[in-house]
Structures are given as structure tokens and as C-alpha cells.
């Protein structure tokens, strides 16, 4: 991104740049290999599910936050992954290289 860029957006819509910004400090992580993953609503295997990635997607974690205990290819966990509004997956078949937290907790 260019400071021209900036400067126009600034300029024309405060809430592209935050966006923007948000966007820009997110880092994706593969999902597992071989895997289709279910998307749901919230961080529970009882919500519905919202959509189904395809095998070989990334997923960008904006927040995290502990869900229901999920035993998945990476091991078993309750952190859940928020990945967009109102789409969550279980951070089990995320390869965030960590076993704990590494995102802000959602609503915090």
C-alpha cells in the first residue's frame, strides 16, 4: 500500500481505512492438509455450520476464543478461531504453529 493510496482513502472513507488497517495485521494459517473445514455461526460444534472451506485454504484469524473441545488434526483444544463475522473454526485443524492463543482474545 502506498501513502497516496492512504491519502486518498483518508480522504474519502474513514471506515475503508480501518478496514484497511484491520485487514493489514492479519496473518493467515493454512488448514490442515487434506481437509475440508466446516465453518459455523459460533465456537461450538452445535452451531450451524455457514460454509465449508476447501481443501488447501488459509483462514485469517482476526480473534480467538475459547469454545467447545474439539479433538482435530493438530490435537485437541477448545480455542476456536473467529475467521470473519459470525464464522468460526476449531483451531485444532489450523496450523498456527502454537497450541495456545495466538490472537487476541474476541472481545477483548
Do not use: F, H
Amino acid at each position: 500500500m502506498t501513502v497516496d493510496r492512504v491519502e486518498q482513502i483518508e480522504g474519502g472513507d474513514e471506515e475503508a481505512v480501518t478496514a484497511m488497517a484491520a485487514s493489514a495485521s492479519v496473518t493467515y494459517y493454512p488448514v490442515a492438509p487434506g481437509v475440508r473445514l466446516n465453518v459455523r455461526s459460533g465456537p461450538a460444534t452445535s452451531y450451524p455450520i455457514v460454509k465449508v472451506l476447501p481443501e488447501g485454504s488459509r483462514v485469517g484469524i482476526l480473534c480467538q476464543t475459547p469454545g467447545t473441545t474439539v479433538s482435530g488434526y493438530y490435537g485437541t483444544s477448545n480455542i476456536w478461531d473467529c475467521i470473519g463475522s459470525g464464522e468460526y473454526v476449531s483451531d485444532t485443524y489450523v496450523n498456527t504453529g502454537s497450541d495456545g492463543y495466538v490472537r487476541p482474545r474476541c472481545g477483548s
